[in-house]
C-alpha cells in the first residue's frame, strides 16, 4: 500500500505538469543560501530550525504580532496566581497519537503532553444519548470496517477515481443507513470543517484508513499547544523572527527581493513560502505565478470553523472526558480544560460550515442562549454557570480566511501536487500541501520537506 506521502510525491505527473519557473540564479555558491520564510507558523519553525541546525542564514517575516499562526493557545482566565490560569486552544487542538515528528518535537523539547481523549454523547433529533447508549448500527460497522481495511488494496488509478468523488457520495454508494449517515455527517464534518458533502472521498478515506483508533484526537501540550511554536522560536533565535512584518511583493526574477507592508525591504537567495493560500493571493509577485498556480489557488477552499470557548462556575458535566456530538447549530461541545486543576471549566462549542457562520453572526447573547439550550437536554439548565464566553471565528481570519484547506471532489490530486510545486528559488510549505493535511503534523512535514529541498 503506497500512503498518502508516498502517492503524492509519485503522483505530480498528474498533476498540470510542472510549472515553469524563472531563471533560477547560479547555483554556483560559494556559501550556503540564504533563506526568507514567510510565515512564523510551525511549518515556517520546522523549516528554519533544519536550515537553521544546517548552517544556513534565515529570516522569518511574520505578518501577525504572535508566533504559531493557526496554532493559538489562550488564557481565558485571569487569576492572581499565574500558573492557576486556564488555557484553551482557539486553534489546534489534538496531536494525534500517530503524529511522529510533532512527539518528538515536544520530546526534544521537554514539553509534556497529556491525554486530551473524549467520550461522545450524541444528542440527535431531540434525545440525549449517554456513551454506551448511541452507536453506528452493527450492519454499518461491519461494512465501515471492511471498507478501511480494503483500503490497502486500492490501486493508484482507484484513489484517482475516488477522489474524484465526495465522501457524502462514497457513502451513500456503500448504501448507509439514514441514521448511520446523519452521525457520520456530524463527526466527519468535525474533521473536515464542512459538510462531508464538500469533501473528497480520498481525503476522508485515505485520513480514516491511516488513522489510529481515536482519529488523531489523542494528546495536548501541557500548559497550550503554543509551548511547541514557542520551543522551536527559542531554538532558531527569536532575533531572526520578525513579527509584525506582512509580505506585500516578492520579486523572485533574481535575488531574491520582499517588501513588507511596514516599508522593510529584505533580500535573499531563496524563499520558502509557508501562508495559507488567501493570504498567498494577496502577495504581488513577480514574475507572476504560473497559470496553473493560480488556478490552483483560485480552487481551494477552506473550512469555515467557530471555536466559541465558555467559561463556566462549575464543572457541572462532572466527566473530564465530557463531549457531544449534537444536529444543532452548536455542532460539537468538549471539555477544554481537561487535565488542568480549577472549580471552573470551559466547555467549546466548535461549529463548522454554516453553522460557524451563523453562529459567528449572532449577538453574543443570543449565541450564549444557543449554547446554553443546547445543552439543557444533556445536563438541564446551566445558563446561571457562565462566566464568560470568546468566540474565534477562523472563517473571518485576516490571513487563511478559514481554518485549514478543504481539498473537494478531484482536489486531491488535481490540485495538491500544483500548489506543491517549487517556482525558481520559491519553495512552498504549510497544512494545505503536506500528506497529514489540516494537521500540525502535515505543517511540520512540509516545512522540513522545503528545508530539504533548499540543502539539496
Ligand atoms: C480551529 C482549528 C482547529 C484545528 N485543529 C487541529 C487539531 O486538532 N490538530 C492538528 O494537528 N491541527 C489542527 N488544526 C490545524 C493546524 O492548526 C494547522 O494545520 C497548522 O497550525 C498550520 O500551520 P502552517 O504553518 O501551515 O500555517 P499557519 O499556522 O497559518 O502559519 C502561516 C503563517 O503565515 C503568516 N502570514 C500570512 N500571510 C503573511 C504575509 N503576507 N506575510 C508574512 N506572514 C504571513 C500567518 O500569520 C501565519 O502565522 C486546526 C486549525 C484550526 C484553525
Known sequence: MTTRREFLKQSSVIAAGTLL???????????????????AGLSGLAAAMKLKDNGYEVTILEARKRIGGRVFSHKITDEPVPEDNLVIELGAEWIGGSHERIIALCDQFGLVTENNRFKDRLIYKGEFFKPGEWDYSPEWKVKFEKILSDYKYLTDA???RLDKMDWWRFLMNHDIPDRDLDIREYADSTDFGESIRFVSAYSALAEYAESNEYNEMDFKVKGGNSLIADAMADKVGRD???TDHKVTDINSSGKISVKCSNGKNFTADMLICTVPTFAMSKINWSPGLPPEKIEAINALQYSRIIKSATLFRERFWKDEEFSILTDSYTHYFYHATKNQKSPKGVLITYAV???ADILSQMGEEHRIKIITDTLKSAVGDVSGYVEKNINYFWGDDEYSKGAYALYGKGQ???IMPVLRESFGNVHFAGEHVADWQGFM???INSGEDAADKIMS
Not at 22 to 37: A, D, E, G, H, Y
Open 441 to 443: 503534523e502535515g505543517a
Open 158 to 160: 482507484d484513489k484517482v
Open 240 to 242: 531572526i523572527i520578525l
Open 353 to 355: 460550515g454554516d453553522k
Open 21 to 39: 519557473a524563472p531563471k533560477v540564479f547560479s547555483m554556483n555558491l560559494i556559501s550556503k543560501p540564504s533563506v526568507i520564510i514567510l510565515g
Open 412 to 414: 486531491w490530486f488535481g
